[in-house]
């Protein structure tokens, strides 16, 4: 007997037989799926519908934004990452953001003198968006670039009726786009927001985007890079204190690494390298990999203690010791190994929190000096000298993902972002290129582990995941949703390896997020649940999702089902998404 009306929401799983796509925008769906039957592979599918998304997902993500894309090519026997990260300028420094204060959870440590590692041209980090899926398109990629890039063009040039999430989510960054002409001329034509309602809505224009992609499918990612669009992009930044440069433009390369793989019971994980989100993913599983949880059942509180405990100490490492890799020492291969999973789990109490107390501090700031760990004790280089690292847990649904397979059963997972809604609000005008702000990532505070380097990556959230299962890759996953995205990723892992689901029920679980002061407990796992947690020792704050209301990532997952000869994929239940196949 229910004494609430909770809103439980469903979607059907989509099964095909030949191939299938999702998305967090139906339009960008119908593109992906269109190449698909037009013959082109996984990857040329997720080119396009990347390209796509920069044009009617502009809250999400845009062509100077960033990302990572895993590839999973079971023909060849090869599984690649696509890491097209963002770089901090060459002129950029340590101190050239004013610190005028603490700043509120959502942002990260520290509030900058006029938000300017938040908004406006001081923001930008180095984009990588056009030589990351232009890469991709090159090494794998079947189908012309030119008709890859024709959706995009299309919906650019010829405008697409708004929907009610895009229209408010330019209402919500009316304020910023003020500071900028020509952000306004784009998102605020008439004045105002456009409107999404009645029918028909009002149209997004983005004539000058649309000349741009013409000239990177003619000429493709150089015209961006070392061009005549680059001369534009340095003389806009130039014009307005921006730190981009022509020869930020030039240096800029997407790069293909080998992929991190975790062994997970008789399953492998794959993620991208470097400083993202996924290691903290892989080290919460990897805690987890020793507990029987299906016998402590799903969503239950003996199940959900041990996660919150597993994932908590998973972060507590992640806001001590990420960074760039490349730029400072990581303790990655500590961090990820198995013997230190096991040390870890065996401190895990199942009938009581054992994280410290953070004395009303959040963790980032509470383990920014302090160690709850030692990784290093596992690593065979030698100990360095002591840095600290204070990640920018940045929440919010600023980020998009997108999974798709074909006839092979090739499989792609991308995660790509503005970094912020919008990014830094700025759209260049002639351009018509909204962009990134990735330099929010960074600590604004110089001498720690992610502060402000030339050059150097900042720590990032995305955690993209492919999975392989008896040797042949099955299941892709991500999310948007900040910091969220990893304890998001890692219950979806879960819910499709551990407990058996498939992927439209294993998206619309309730779930919980630990990354953070307090347990976020999703409402539809009732009060009963969120009160054992408070008896364990956590400290809970309960948050319904609704589609307006963003308290946790939003998950897309699709799965290849070798046994049936079937596709499915599934799509959150709450937001504009869609999944697709033929």
């Known amino acids: 007997m229910a004494l609430r009306s909770v809103w439980h929401p469903q979607r059907e799983e989509v ?8 998305t967090k925008d139906p339009l960008a769906t119908q593109v992906g799926l269109e190449v698909l039957k037009q013959g082109g592979n996984a990857v040329d599918a997720a080119v396009a519908v990347g390209f796509t998304l920069c044009v009617v997902e502009p809250m999400m993500t845009c062509i100077a934004g960033v990302g990572y894309m895993l590839i999973a090519l079971p023909s060849r026997g090869e599984e690649v990452v696509i890491d097209y990260a963002p770089r901090a300028p060459l002129s950029a420094r340590p101190d050239m953001y004013r610190i005028v204060g603490e700043g509120p959870a959502l942002i990260g440590l520290y509030e900058v003198e006029e938000r300017a590692n938040e908004v406006g041209y001081r923001s930008i980090g ?4 056009v030589a990351g899926l232009c890469l991709a398109h090159r090494l794998y990629g079947s189908l012309p670039l030119t008709f890859l890039l024709e959706p995009a063009i299309h919906y650019a040039e010829q405008g697409f009726e708004v929907n009610w999430y895009l229209a408010l989510c330019i209402s919500n960054a009316m304020e910023d786009f003020q500071r900028f002409p020509s952000s306004c001329e784009v998102f605020l034509p008439y004045g105002r927001p456009p409107t999404s309602s009645p029918k028909p809505a009002e149209r997004l224009v983005q004539r000058d985007l649309a000349e741009v992609l ?20 340095a003389a806009d930044m130039r014009a307005n204190g921006g730190l981009i440069t022509r020869a930020d433009l030039e240096q800029y390369t997407a790069e293909v690494r080998a992929p991190l793989r975790l062994p997970w019971r008789d399953a492998e994980v794959l993620a991208p390298w470097g400083a993202n989100g996924s290691i903290t993913a892989l080290q919460t ?3 987890l990999e020793g507990f029987d949880l299906p016998g402590l059942g799903h969503n239950t509180v003996d199940y959900l203690h041990i996660y919150a405990e597993s994932a908590g100490h998973a972060f507590a490492d992640r806001y001590h010791y ?32 054992g994280l410290p107390l953070l004395q009303d501090r959040v963790p980032w700031v509470y383990y920014e000096g302090r160690a709850l760990h030692d990784p290093w004790a596992y690593e065979e280089r030698p100990r360095p000298a002591s840095t600290i690292a204070s990640s920018f847990p940045a929440d919010g649904d600023c980020t998009t993902h997108f999974c798709v397979t074909d006839r092979e059963r090739n499989l792609v997972s991308c995660t790509q972002t503005a970094v912020s809604l ?29 502060s402000i380097a030339p050059w150097k990556r900042p720590l990032v959230n995305m955690a993209p995941l492919l999975v392989k299962q008896g040797g042949r890759p099955t299941l892709a996953l991500g999310a948007p949703g900040g910091r969220r995205i990893i304890d998001c990723n890692t219950q979806v892992f ?15 679980q309730p779930r919980i997020d630990a990354s953070g002061a307090e347990v976020l407990v999703d409402s539809r796992l009732g009060e009963e649940v969120a009160e054992g947690l408070r008896q364990r020792g956590h400290t809970v704050l309960v948050a319904e999702e609704t589609p307006a209301d963003i308290n946790f990532a939003t998950p ?10 079937v596709v499915r994929a599934g799509v959150d239940v709450f937001r504009r998404a869609e999944a697709m196949g033929f």
């Open 15 to 22: 099964v095909a037989v030949h191939g299938a796509v999702a």
């Open 126 to 129: 180095v984009p990588g968006t």
């Open 214 to 233: 013409k000239a990177i499918a003619r000429y493709g990612p150089d015209v961006f890079y070392k061009g005549d669009i680059a001369s534009a992009i």
């Open 285 to 287: 599983l990897n805690i």
């Open 322 to 353: 990420l960074a760039d890799p490349e730029a400072v020492p990581v303790p990655l291969r500590g961090l990820l190994s198995k013997e230190y999973a096991r040390a870890i789990a065996g401190t895990i109490r199942p009938e009581r929190r």
């Open 422 to 450: 919008f990014g830094s609000k700025v759209v260049s005008k002639g351009l018509g290129i909204l962009w990134n702000n990735a330099m929010l990532w960074f600590n604004p505070k110089p001498g720690t582990a992610n």
């Open 494 to 508: 879960l819910n499709m390896v551990a407990f058996g689901m498939r992927p439209q029920e294993a998206v619309a």
């Open 556 to 565: 897309l997952a699709l799965q290849v089902d070798y046994r049936q000869g």
